[in-house]
Structure formats: C-alpha cells, structure tokens
C-alpha cells in the first residue's frame, strides 16, 4: 500500500489530502480541481459562477455543471436543517464586517441589492439540463463552508473514479474520505480543541463519509470594537449569539456534515444534542465555558479505534 499526502492553500483555507495507492498525477489533479472550484465559487471573485449570479437578479445564468450541484446542495442543506442553514446570507455577513476576504488579496464581494426579507434559497430556481440558475432579487449567495465540504466530496468521488483506490480531502475544517483506507480500523481525524487549535479535543476512525465543524472561534474580526464571525443565525440576519464555541458532526457527506453542524451551533447548548439525536447524526461539541457535549458514540474516552460512520 502506498499512502501520499499533500497539504496546501486554497478557499483560503489550509487544504490537507491523503491518498492510497493514487493513480498517476492524482497529487496534481486534486489540487487543481480545488483550485477550480475556488474559481467558479468563490463570492471574492468577480467572474465566478457565484459573484455572476449575485450581481444579476432575475436573470437566466448559464453556470458550470459544479455550480449546479452547489446551488442544488444549498437547496437540500436548507431542507434538511429546517432552515437553520440558510446560505442566503451574504448581505447579513458584509453588513456585519466580512467584505473582504481574508487572504489579504482586497477583494471583496458584491450583490446588486439590499436584501428582501422572506426570500431563501428556496426561491432560487436550478434548471440542471441547461446548466441555468436563476436568483431573485435582494438574494445574495455566500458558499462559505458548504462549498468546502462539497469541494471535498467531489474531488475524492473524482480521484475514485479515475483509479485512486482511497482518498481523503479535507479543506478549512470540512472533510470528506471514502474507498480504502490507510489503517485498518479506518482514516484518523481529528477534532482540534476550539480555545486552542494546536491541541485535540478527540480522535476517531472513520470508515466514510463527511465531517464538518463549524465554529465562532475562527475567521472572526473587530467591528467597532465589537468581535464579530462569520456564523449568522437566519432569524435575526446577525452573528449568532450562541454559547457554543464549535461543533463537529459526521455525516454522509462533506457538505451535508457542514449544514448540519452550522445548524447545531444555533441551537445552543440546550439544544445540540437534541437536534443531533433527532437526525440520527453523531456529534460533538464544546461550549464557550469550555465543556463538553457529545452524542453516544463521542462520550467514550478513547475512540480512536472506532469506526463512527
């Protein structure tokens, strides 16, 4: 068994790839296809799929096939969480101090219109045979973790197909792992420790599947001497107040664990555990006070020779 591994920047966030048994030029392959996605996603880049979409309201856009299956994965994660993730909510996270990215490029994004309350992602028609997305008015389109978890699953699904025989992809948190595996008991993640990132919180093997975290503890700013991050409730359109610091949930897939545990950090921690068990979904999370909160599976004290998924 040969396992490589490769670590890089891209989404502007740090990328980390595992791969066993990789077919020639996989290395190459995943990191320009994360690098293209970044392209036709990012809302910082004027001729992206995304930027194109939130400067013309109302209009049929031609958009890549990748940009389709993003549209429609937003349309389900906003489904499925019962409108806790909701990833309309560009104007909210502009107005809230996030214009510009954090790569220290000066780009910024941009939406043609003040937000309309009542619209979702709901609204946004996908047409899949032709390619052609069409966003009302006051909508303005944020990919943010999603589009790292998705990027995640559709780069392994990819390198599978093309012969690799495992592959991992993680980027900014957001990970995604199928086929063989380098340990017999399954891939290792691990979960950092919100307060301090260079610790662990806990280990596990996963067998397949998506993992996410979603936290307030990362990619956050001063606003008028305010802090402020980039998880915003959709009930108020402002950063979400909850007392959790971070939450970590497995799911199926990269895009489906990141909707899911964006939804979870709403819910406090009053309510995570509860939305976790009434999905069927394990998680884990840490509160701002530093306690811990864990489904099932996480409450042992050393699982990391346990496949969870």
């Given amino acids: 068994m040969t396992v490589t591994e490769l670590k890089f920047r891209v989404m502007a966030s740090d ?16 990191r320009r296809r994360l690098e293209e996605l970044e392209r036709r996603w990012s809302r910082f880049l004027p001729g992206s799929d995304v930027s194109r979409l939130n400067t013309s309201p109302e209009a049929l856009m031609l958009v890549s096939s990748d940009t389709v299956a993003l549209v429609t994965a937003m349309k389900e994660a906003w489904r499925v969480t019962s409108g806790r993730y909701d990833p309309t909510m560009l104007a909210a996270i502009v107005a809230a101090g996030y214009a510009a990215s ?22 946004v028609t996908v047409d899949p045979p032709t390619a052609a997305v069409v966003v009302p008015s006051g909508v303005g389109l944020d990919p943010g973790g999603i589009g790292k978890g998705l990027a995640a699953d559709l780069v392994v699904t990819e390198l599978l197909e093309a012969g690799t025989c495992g592959a991992l992809v993680g980027v900014g948190g957001d990970l995604a792992a199928a086929g063989t595996p380098p340990t017999a008991v399954g891939w290792h993640v691990a979960v950092r420790h919100p307060p301090d990132p260079t610790s662990h919180l806990t280990t596990f093997a996963l067998g397949a599947g998506g993992v996410a975290t979603s936290s307030t503890q990362t990619r956050t700013w001063l606003q008028d001497g305010r802090r402020r991050h980039h998880a915003i409730d959709p009930r108020t359109q402002t950063c979400a107040t909850t007392d959790l610091a971070a939450v970590t949930v ?28 009434g999905r069927g979904l394990e998680g884990i999370a840490m509160t701002l006070d530093e306690t811990t909160l864990a489904s099932p599976t996480f409450r042992h004290a050393d699982i990391t020779e346990r496949i969870v998924a």
């Fill in 15 to 30: 990328a980390h790839v595992v791969l066993v048994d990789p077919a020639p030029g996989a290395e190459d392959f995943a």
């Fill in 250 to 277: 497995i799911a199926r897939a990269g895009w489906e664990a990141e909707a899911h545990a964006t939804a979870a950090l709403l819910c406090g921690s009053e309510g995570v555990l509860d939305y976790l068990a």
């Fill in 102 to 123: 954090i790569d220290g490029s000066g780009r910024t994004s941009r939406m043609s219109r003040r937000p309309r309350r009542g619209t979702t992602i709901a609204d």
